[in-house]
């Protein structure tokens, strides 16, 4: 029998009260014999300067049964076997600010939490930088994070410079993004998820032409590295360059794109994305990383280290059926991740670490299998993917519902996981979600060894 | 002399008012139609409702450009959830920009950015002359009906009837047919308005479609007027800033 925390339960009862009343059915407002209001109030429209405010708040549950045979609960907690069922609770808040006058504009999206969690080693490294609060708590923890946060200048409506803290949105895949080359990682079982950028400068220069190419736009970008200002990108102190070109030719959108800078890796790309027909698009990305630096370690954790011009690639299409069905798939080739041998080695390592604890009380292996952790653990380390996601908006008649299934196959070990999600509008300001992940595959496979046995993520969002 | 001129004016008059409608040109009579409906570019703002069978609605605002014959941009001013959301159209290329999500991503003009009964197509509609061509015209019960085929297979609706009011030249309600004959929605055009500067067009659009009984989906105008933007309004790269074209 697995023990739920009171706590999380407690918190949980709260989250589906909160879901049922916003499920309460809101009577709508009078609109005369038309059945609407021709009342036309246009938001700002007199005077759209000035200060601009919105937001969102959201509350939400994540419950996690977790495999007590799996390799990587062994690795985390060999020893101090915890609960068998691991539960987090999430009160988010997301202000959007603008200031907008003439041809220049602020814009800044903070992110504040407060989180319970059962074990909060379990979460996951917070971004940075980032403000910490409630550290010596077991359960509680709070930071602040500035997730965008910049100032543009538009001289004219072709030329667009800004400067500040940036989400970077290179690419056409929608799972993953070889050619990102400065954004951070998304989360793969939630895609749609903002992220926190890098702070750079770049502009916007647009031409358009009459003719097979229709648009050339040209993004150039500086990002600066340093201790303090996107540390992670690159050791050391120093302004990485890049830039990208678009083209809108034959009514295809390319990108060409390059990243490059003191001791960091020069990243090359290419991305396209056309539709084949009104309800058929197909989407591409191919990214080459040159002397990428490979951190491996072999079943008796010894870490070396192999360096390489990585290529990495995806294909992807979308498809929009007669039924109002869209089926997403996406085929990623990972060349900076582990082959399936490379996997089963590092698996073994920690199988053997956590044999040699039991027998011996010794952890030196299972320690060594930390070092690379942050390498091997993430999803999407390994080699080749396949993402398919099919989404149905209102099926059955059911207004503002939208079931979805999503399926991330590592086609090298055959594991996956499939993640049956619901979303819900509830009101025009408030939308419900269920997701669950639940993972397959055979024994030392990358899904099959995951903490977790499912995740469940409950989830309400109230937008202002 | 003169007497004989006035007799000769009344007479080819009175032959102008007894005219065959074969004598109206067709795609003559569609340009006409259009340039009633809006200036070749402009800008508006619109509001959308979808109401339900039990009366509930939900509400929609957008602000919105187009330039010539195949270029239309337009941002969510209200709800606050939807905020931000720009959507662009160049010829039969559609995309949606989500804010804070994720690159913009191609669309097709059968599906809803807002749900509803209004689609893509209709919500990012292009000059009908640009889409259809004019198959035959008629006249009945004091309108002119008609009749239209989608030039290319990429058009949402594969033909369209549309009875047009003969003194106002403007489209009273069009039919939106498939291939199949079968009927996809009726668009009612509604409440004659004068916006400014010459512009006179109905002011409301209400749709109902036999796919979905019982709902109902209107779309208001309110200051559409003409206004010249270059072509680089009208690009991927600067979506994420139409909002800024209302400054």
């Known amino acids: 029998m697995r023990y739920v925390p009171a706590s999380a339960l407690a918190a949980l009862a709260v989250l589906l009260l909160c879901a049922a009343l916003a499920l309460h059915p809101v009577p709508a407002r009078a609109g005369g014999d038309a059945g609407y209001d021709l009342d036309f109030e246009i938001p700002e429209a007199e005077e759209p300067r000035g200060l601009g405010f919105k937001g969102e708040i959201e509350l939400r ?16 907690y060999y020893q101090d076997m915890g609960d068998s069922v691991q539960s987090d609770f999430l009160l988010r808040l997301k202000p959007e600010l603008s200031y907008a006058l003439d041809a220049v504009s602020l814009y800044a999206r903070p992110r504040l939490d407060l989180d319970w969690s059962a074990d909060k080693r379990a979460g996951g ?98 990002v600066p590295v340093g201790t303090s200002v996107n540390g992670d990108l690159a050791p050391g102190d120093s302004v990485l360059y890049g830039a990208k070109a678009y083209f809108l030719l034959y009514d295809t959108d390319i990108d060409l794109l390059f990243m490059n800078g003191e001791a960091f890796d020069t990243r090359l790309g290419l991305d396209f994305s056309t539709n084949l027909s009104s309800n058929f698009e197909v989407h591409g990305e191919a990214a080459l990383r040159r002397g990428f630096d490979q951190q491996r370690i072999d079943d008796e954790g010894n870490v070396s280290s192999r360096t390489y011009d990585a290529f990495s690639y995806l294909l992807g299409l979308r498809y929009l059926s007669s039924t109002d069905t869209t089926l997403l798939l996406e085929y990623y080739h990972n060349d900076e991740g582990y082959s399936p041998e490379e996997m089963r080695e590092y698996f073994t390592l920690i199988e053997n670490g956590y044999n040699q ?108 | 002399m003169r007497l004989a001129a006035v007799l000769f004016l009344a007479l080819v008059l009175s032959a102008g008012a007894a005219l065959p409608a074969w004598a109206v040109d067709g795609e003559e009579l569609l340009r006409t139609v259009d340039r009633n409906l809006a200036p070749e570019s402009y800008e508006s703002y619109r509001k959308l409702v979808n109401i339900e069978p039990d009366g509930s609605k939900r509400e929609y605002t957008l602000y919105t450009v187009k330039k010539g014959q195949d270029r239309v941009a337009s941002v969510f001013l209200a709800p606050a959830s939807e905020k931000g959301r720009a959507t662009l159209r160049q010829g039969e290329n559609m995309w949606l920009h989500i804010p804070e999500v994720g690159k913009p991503i191609r669309i097709t003009s059968l599906q809803s950015v807002t ?81 400014g500067d010459g512009v006179q067009r109905p002011a409301v659009i209400e749709t109902d479609s036999p796919l979905h009984q019982g709902y109902k989906s209107v779309m208001i105008f309110a200051k559409v007027q003409a206004r010249d933007l270059p072509d680089e309004v009208f690009t991927l790269t600067f979506l994420p800033r139409v909002e800024s074209l209302r400054r």
């Open chain 1, 61 to 76: 549950a994540t419950i996690r049964p977790l495999d007590e045979d799996s390799l990587l609960y062994k690795q985390r």
């Open chain 1, 125 to 222: 490294e917070p971004d940075e930088p980032s403000e910490e609060f409630m550290d010596d708590e077991r359960h509680w923890g709070s930071s602040v994070v500035l997730e965008e946060g910049f100032a543009s200048w538009q001289p004219t409506h072709a030329l667009t410079l800004e400067a500040g803290k940036k989400v970077l949105k290179w690419g056409k895949g929608y799972a993953w993004n070889p050619v990102a080359f400065v954004s951070r990682l998304k989360d793969i079982d939630d895609p749609d998820q903002t992220r926190e950028g890098y702070v750079m400068a770049y502009a916007d220069a647009i031409r358009s032409f009459d003719g097979p190419l229709t648009t050339l736009a040209l993004t150039p970008v500086l």
């Open chain 2, 115 to 195: 749900g509803g009964v209004f689609n893509n197509a209709d919500i990012m509609r292009l000059d009908y002359q640009v889409e259809y061509a004019v198959e035959s015209l008629e006249e009945a019960d004091g309108a002119y009906l008609l009749k239209l085929k989608a030039r290319t297979a990429e058009v949402a609706y594969d033909r369209l009837e549309m009875r047009v009011d003969k003194a106002l030249l403007v489209p009273t309600e069009i039919r939106c047919l498939a291939a199949s004959g079968m009927l996809i929605k009726t668009l009612y055009f509604k409440q004659m308005t004068d916006f």
């Open chain 1, 357 to 464: 604890y039991l027998d011996t009380g010794n952890d030196r292996l299972i320690k060594r299998s930390n070092l690379v952790a942050s390498d091997y653990n993430p999803s999407g380390a390994g080699r080749d993917y396949l993402y398919l996601r099919l989404s149905r908006p209102e099926p059955w008649d059911i207004l503002y519902l939208t079931p979805a299934v999503t399926c991330i196959a590592n086609l090298g070990d055959a594991s996956f996981t499939v993640n049956p999600e619901v979303s819900y509008l509830a009101r025009q300001d408030l939308t419900l979600r269920a997701l669950f992940v639940i993972p397959f595959g055979p024994a030392g496979s990358e899904f099959s060894e995951k903490i977790q046995d499912a995740k469940i993520q409950l989830s309400m969002t109230y937008t202002f």
